[in-house]
């Protein structure tokens, strides 16, 4: 499988996070319990455990999140030309 990544800020994560039922806080001192469990019988898990402590500061650092704005949205993008038409139309 390919990997996949996706970049987005702390404020739009922090605000991602705020539309889930349980607090974001809640969700990550679960996590960070969770890793670090495993991670006694795992060494390949530290890294792990480093990023989610680091991100949870990130998190708890960051201001409150902006609210998206029309710039933020997608655009829609007419349907692409056929290969061909591009070719002929050089």
């Known amino acids: 499988h390919p990997s996949r990544t996706?970049?987005?800020n702390a404020?739009?994560?922090?605000q991602l996070l705020?539309?889930?039922?349980?607090?974001p806080?809640?969700?990550?001192?679960?996590l960070e319990k969770l890793?670090?469990?495993h991670s006694k019988d795992d060494d390949n898990l530290d890294s792990l455990l480093d990023n989610v402590v680091g991100l949870k500061q990130m998190l708890e650092s960051s201001g409150?999140?902006?609210p998206?704005?029309?710039?933020?949205?997608?655009?829609?993008?007419?349907?692409p030309e056929s290969l061909?038409?591009?070719?002929n139309n050089r």
């Open 11 to 14: 404020a739009e994560l922090k």
């Open 25 to 30: 806080e809640n969700l990550f001192l679960e």
């Open 84 to 87: 061909q038409n591009l070719f």
């Open 64 to 66: 409150d999140p902006l």
């Open 68 to 79: 998206l704005s029309d710039q933020d949205v997608e655009p829609v993008l007419s349907a």
């Open 18 to 23: 705020q539309s889930k039922e349980e607090s």
């Open 35 to 37: 890793v670090l469990e």
């Open 6 to 8: 996706m970049s987005i």
